[in-house]
């Protein structure tokens, strides 16, 4: 499994961005209805820090307060991709955005926002938001 983040970029305070999460590897066993999915992100100079979480199976989500009603995780099933939609971007949500995905269906994860929690990690993408 390799995953692939993309869509970040430079935005203003106040805009908007739509992460993808997705595994393009042929044959590789990754489907999101058997892997719970998270975003995290990372600040220079901080610890990488969970964000939102879909689980595998049922599709239930969780978010960081951080990000809470400003932030939407979603899945397409059809096309295996996982998104992050980014509303009302402030200037300390800069940072490099990961996905990362974790074997399994269960709607209840122990410690979902902790990097030890996952098996497969993309590489990033950087999300800059401007005052």
């Known amino acids: 499994v390799q995953l692939q983040a993309s869509g970040g970029g430079l935005v203003q305070a106040g805009g908007s961005l739509r992460l993808s999460c997705q595994d393009p590897?042929?044959?590789?066993?990754?489907?999101?209805?058997?892997?719970?999915v998270a975003w995290f992100r990372q600040a220079p100079g901080k610890e990488r820090e969970g964000i939102a979480l879909i689980t595998g199976g049922s599709g239930r989500i969780t978010y960081a307060d951080s990000v809470k009603g400003r932030f939407t995780i979603s899945r397409d099933l059809s096309k295996n991709t996982v998104y992050l939609q980014m509303n009302s971007l402030k200037p300390e949500d800069t940072a490099v955005y990961y996905c990362?995905?974790?074997?399994?269906?269960?709607?209840?994860?122990?410690?979902?926002?902790?990097?030890?929690?996952?098996?497969?990690w993309g590489q990033g993408t950087q999300v800059t938001v401007s005052s």
């Open positions: 990362a995905a974790r074997r399994g269906v269960s709607d209840y994860i122990f410690r979902w926002h902790s990097i030890d929690t996952y098996d497969y």
């Open positions: 590897t042929q044959g590789s066993g990754f489907t999101l209805d058997s892997h719970a």
